[in-house]
């Protein structure tokens, strides 16, 4: 999987500050539906707060995947969101999330689309690229970081 | 005078050999126990040290002692919750299992040999249960990280299967001794005694051992020595009453260890270090009393013995006794493969020179032979069995530093150390970030060899040692901050245990929806607690549910409870 084919430079944003979890996905759902025109933002919130329910997506040190299944979505959109402040996802380690990767996959979500997610929670569990990710300077630079990542 | 000097001093350098071998071992992967044995062989007749050694009833009543502070050390460490899973199937190997390798093996023995049933079978109880020193020293080694189903069965079974051979042991030797005399009923009145009276005296000896010591006031360091002679006692009274004092002491160890007992620590401590020096020092008597040339002409009918125990006799009797409790195949292979033979078989090898049997020479190097094949081919290859049958788990607390110390006036709490590693992402962290229980708190750091001041803390940096006093209950949560945070450990982890965490309570129908996969059938409106209980009753920590693509873990339980459970997604 290229990183590169989900993530397009304008569902990258950072600097923005929530003072909740449920504001923090509204914000992701709208930068998701970017990527996918045919989507309303309240679907896909709708979805996200869904998967939420079961289970808070924070995987610990600092980050989230806040992901659904989507109709009208043919392959994976993908959407980051950098916090200025943590934020409390209710994270099982129980320290605040500043770094948001959003993820779609299509209402027939098959074996590869699992894969997707599994490889940006991989990405994720690096802590260099965490750091990176956390010093990168602008939206263009954390998306270069994020289109341009190999793993160790 | 001149006697007394030579053996301080040739016991000395018999222990200090065995204890340096600890260093260099466990980077070979050998069994400890192998090493220990290897020592005796090379001070023996046969080797180097050219020491004549042939006195059975020393080594005998060596052998049994040692055991007996084994076990008891043993049952010590045995927390009941590992009951829970492993007690009954542990039985039933311990019992049916014992009978049906015993048998098998006996058989086999007899044809090979071409000797009576009875000495057939009794080769086949000597070598029937496994080793719990040879057990509980590889489960904990650092290098295999199991499934608590399977530890604990196999250290339960390794604690309880002893009296069982030790008793068909008896039982045989008594036979072969006068057949005429022997019949079924006196068999049977055996087994009762011995197991009946082992089981109640333990279970009583080991409650009397725990009062005495949370009740008497004595010198701090007299208390663990009040626990080793009280568990000697519990093993000398029942055994001098015809029960069996091998189950006594153990049961014994167990009892003490699930209640709250004075000094737990410090006695703890100190019988780890008595149950190392009992393992070194049987191994060793052992090693002294066989001689490898008389272990050669039997070297060819022995290992053909030893092939069958441990690739047919074993295999059938762990599927047999497991059959009701629908063990995982490979947990059952693994369980196969960890029928490590030890000291007892040695031990209960010695019994027939001292009944004075025709074939005892016989039967006591075809033992020792059998435990060296044992220890050589299963005891080097449990690590990557375990890692072949994909049953290794991420490593728990085996990476921090633990002092365990107790505090006087208060019992169930702990001053514990941590050493910060330089991948820890606490570093940077002050004391009051760190993510502790209420009770919990820090009270020192030493850094760089040197006790800090209160107001130098600051922020942590890697070598840093944190000590704390914690609630005992608290520690394994404490292990798991300090721990969480080691990258390499995270990374194992997330591989193991899954990318995201669920809520134990959520709904199957709900979780199959946000994922596209097939609920399974009949499971729709269970939460995930309820489809575990269904499909995976007695579920342990590390047991996976497929649910089409992606896997469901239990992550952490809470006695029988579920607390918390991963979703593993497929990978590349």
């Known amino acids: 999987m290229k990183l590169a084919d989900i993530l397009s430079v304008d569902r990258v944003s950072s600097g923005h500050t929530f003072t909740s979890k449920k504001k923090a996905l509204e914000e992701l759902s709208k930068l998701l539906s970017k990527g996918a025109p045919d989507v309303g933002s309240g679907d896909i919130l709708n979805s996200l707060s869904a998967r939420e329910k079961l289970g808070s997506t924070g995987l610990g040190h600092g980050v989230a995947i806040p992901h659904g299944r989507m109709p009208g979505v043919n392959e994976s959109v993908g959407a980051f969101m950098r916090l200025k402040h943590p934020l409390d996802y209710e994270a099982h380690d129980g320290n605040g999330v500043d770094l948001v990767f959003g993820l779609l996959v299509p209402q027939n979500a098959t074996e590869a689309h699992l894969k997707h997610l599994a490889a940006i929670a991989e990405m994720f569990s690096d802590e260099n690229f965490c750091r990176a990710a956390r010093e990168a300077a602008d939206d263009q630079a954390l998306h270069a970081l994020l289109a341009n990542f190999k793993p160790a | 005078m001149e006697f007394a000097n030579h053996m301080i001093l040739l016991a000395a350098v018999l222990f200090l050999a065995s204890i340096l071998a600890t260093v260099i071992t466990p980077r070979l992967g050998v069994p400890l126990l192998l090493v220990f044995l290897i020592i005796g062989l090379l001070a023996g007749e046969d080797g180097p040290g050219n020491i004549h050694f042939s006195d059975y009833p020393l080594a005998n009543l060596a052998g049994t002692a040692a055991l007996a502070v084994i076990l008891f050390d043993g049952g010590m460490r045995t927390r009941m919750e590992d009951f829970r899973v492993g007690l009954k199937p542990a039985i039933s190997l311990a019992s049916l299992g014992v009978l049906v390798t015993a048998a098998v093996v006996g058989a086999f023995a007899a044809w090979l040999l071409d000797l009576g049933w009875a000495e057939g079978l009794l080769i086949g109880a000597i070598v029937g249960s496994t080793d719990a020193a040879a057990v509980f020293s590889l489960l904990h080694n650092n290098a295999v990280h199991l499934n608590k189903r399977v530890t604990s069965v196999l250290e339960i079974e390794s604690g309880s299967n002893d009296p069982m051979a030790i008793l068909m042991t008896l039982v045989l030797i008594a036979y072969l001794q006068d057949p005429e005399a022997f019949g079924a009923l006196d068999t049977l009145w055996m087994l009762v005694l011995q197991g009946g009276l082992g089981a109640a005296m333990g279970i009583g000896g080991g409650r009397l051992l725990v009062k005495a010591i949370n009740r008497l006031e004595l010198s701090d360091s007299l208390y663990p020595l009040l626990a080793l002679f009280g568990g000697l006692l519990i093993f000398g ?269 959520a709904k199957m129908a709900d979780i199959a929806d946000a994922y596209g996969v097939p609920p399974p059938s009949g499971a729709n409106d269970l939460d995930v607690r309820g489809v575990f209980a269904k499909y995976l009753p007695n579920a342990v920590v590390g047991d996976r549910l497929r649910l089409g693509d992606i896997d469901l873990v239990v992550r952490r339980m809470d006695r029988d409870q579920i607390t918390d459970v991963g979703l593993r997604l497929p990978h590349e």
Not at chain 2, 309 to 331: D, G
Request: net charge positive.
């Open chain 2, 237 to 505: 009274f029942t055994a001098v009453l015809h029960g069996s004092g091998f189950l006594a002491v153990y049961l014994a160890g167990i009892t003490m260890a699930n209640r709250r007992l004075r000094a737990a620590a410090s006695i703890r401590r100190f019988h780890d270090g008595i149950a190392w020096m009992a393992q070194i020092g049987m191994f060793v008597i052992l090693g002294l009393l066989a001689s490898p040339s008389k272990l050669w002409p039997v070297a060819g009918p022995a290992l053909l013995i030893a092939l069958v125990l441990i690739l047919v006799a074993r295999p059938l009797s762990v599927w047999l006794a497991l059959l009701p409790f629908r063990f995982p195949a490979r947990e059952q292979v693994f369980i196969s493969w960890v029928g490590l033979r030890g000291s007892v078989p040695i031990v209960l090898a010695t019994y027939p020179w001292l009944a004075n049997l025709e074939n005892a020479a016989l039967f006591f190097n075809i033992a020792f032979f059998i435990v060296l094949v044992s220890l050589l081919i299963q005891g080097w290859t449990v690590a990557p069995a375990a890692r072949l049958l994909g049953l290794q788990m991420p490593a728990s607390s085996a990476l921090v530093h633990r002092i365990e110390f107790d505090l006087p006036g208060q019992r169930g709490y702990e001053i514990v150390s941590y050493r910060i590693g330089h991948d820890s992402s606490l570093i940077g962290l002050r004391h009051k970030e760190l993510p502790l229980q209420d009770v919990s708190r820090v009270i020192a750091i030493s850094r760089a060899g040197r006790l800090q001041a209160y107001r130098d803390w600051g922020a942590l940096r890697a070598g840093d040692y944190v000590s704390l006093v914690a609630a005992e209950r608290d520690l394994p949560q404490l292990d798991e901050v300090f721990r969480s945070a080691r990258r390499p450990a995270r990374e194992a982890e997330q591989r193991y245990f899954g990318e995201f965490h669920l809520d134990p309570a």
